[in-house]
């Protein structure tokens, strides 16, 4: 069964950047979909972005322009740069997959995105 972990989240100012990163174990993604997924207190968990196997990208409207997606399938990762952070941006994300980007059987646990004023 898959893992997924995630790291990189952290406190920053409005106006700064983050790169978040998604290790995968227990097997290779390479076939399958990836996708990041945000939840901010008293929300929904919300898509934010993801990329297909074939590399087709999609982005929440919230964050085009200013987040951006890619994977490596040697090593088995998925990292979301974010750029030009917002207060609003202020979320634990998630890394899935599963039969969709919009589909997500597996989960990780979760990084904390803090954006200052």
């Known amino acids: 069964q898959v893992q997924l972990a995630e790291s990189g989240g952290g406190l920053v100012q409005a106006g700064g950047s983050l790169r978040l990163s998604c290790a995968a174990s227990?097997?290779?993604?390479?076939?399958?979909?990836l996708a990041w997924y945000r939840q901010a207190p008293g929300n929904e968990r919300e898509f934010v972005a993801g990329?297909?196997?074939?590399?087709?990208?999609s982005y929440a409207d919230s964050v085009k322009g200013r987040f951006t997606i890619s994977r490596d399938n040697a090593k088995n990762t998925a990292d979301l740069q974010m750029n030009s952070l917002k207060t609003e941006d202020t979320a634990v994300y998630y890394c899935g997959t599963g039969a969709g980007t919009r589909h997500i059987n597996y989960w990780g646990k979760g990084t904390l995105v803090t954006v200052s004023a």
């Open positions: 227990g097997m290779s993604l390479r076939s399958s979909p």
């Open positions: 990329i297909t196997s074939q590399f087709v990208i």
